[in-house]
């Protein structure tokens, strides 16, 4: 955790280690004004912290496509892009402190490089992995599989567990990205949970 914050920070991120998920929501509730519009990336480590549920009850207006009816998703998506502050988690975060993600949609990952005011990322101690190689392989076996099982997806990774490079027409992977400084239009700030958060 040491060394992935110290890399971190070189890349021009800022940092703060975090031990549980009840103290990321306190943090993050401190973090983003009251009356800030606040986007959502889709994330089960922010569904696991409560930390929608809470903004929302704060009187924050809240972008989360996840909680949006069908028809609006992509409006909710789009409108997100320009919020105060977008809330996140990540695929894998790598030792020497970028960032790597592979999307669906691709708007989690836009609005990780350009276009919020803040970026603000969550990441439990279970997405780190020492090389982008590393990387690849934990979004492949381990994120893709469980994301394509809670989505009812019909790709090979669902029931195998492992990536075939599918061309399936429920693929999910259709942009990889990998932050490798801080975008220098965007602040940003990244709590490191000390527990597992999400997958
Ligand atoms: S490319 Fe296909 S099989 Fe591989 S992880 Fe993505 S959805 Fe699963």
Redo the contacts with the bound molecule.
């Keep these: 955790m040491e060394t992935v914050k110290r890399n971190l920070e070189k890349n021009g991120f800022e940092v703060v280690v975090v031990e549980n998920a009840a103290e990321v929501k306190a943090a993050l509730l401190n973090e983003i004004p009251e009356g800030a519009i606040v986007g959502f990336g889709g994330s089960m480590t922010l569904q696991d912290t409560g930390i929608y549920e809470a903004l929302t009850e704060r009187g924050n207006k809240t972008l989360w496509h996840w909680k949006t009816e069908p028809e609006k998703r992509g409006a909710v998506c789009k409108e997100a892009l320009f919020a105060d502050v977008y809330l996140s988690s990540v695929n894998a975060l790598l030792e020497d402190g970028e960032i790597l993600n592979?999307d669906g949609n691709g708007n989690r990952v836009a609005a990780m490089f350009y276009g919020p005011k803040k970026v603000i990322l969550v990441i439990g101690k279970n997405k780190i992995a020492k090389t982008y190689e590393e990387g690849l392989e934990r979004?492949?076996t381990v994120a893709?599989?469980q994301n394509?099982r809670r989505l009812n997806?019909n790709?090979?990774?669902?029931t195998l567990n492992r990536?075939?490079?599918?061309s399936?027409p429920?693929?999910?992977?259709t942009v990889t990205s990998l932050i490798e400084k801080k975008p220098p239009t965007m602040t940003y700030k990244i709590f490191l949970v000390n527990e597992e958060l999400g997958y």
């Design positions: 592979i979004i492949r893709c599989p394509a997806r790709t090979p990774c669902a990536c075939t490079d599918c399936s429920d693929r999910m992977c």
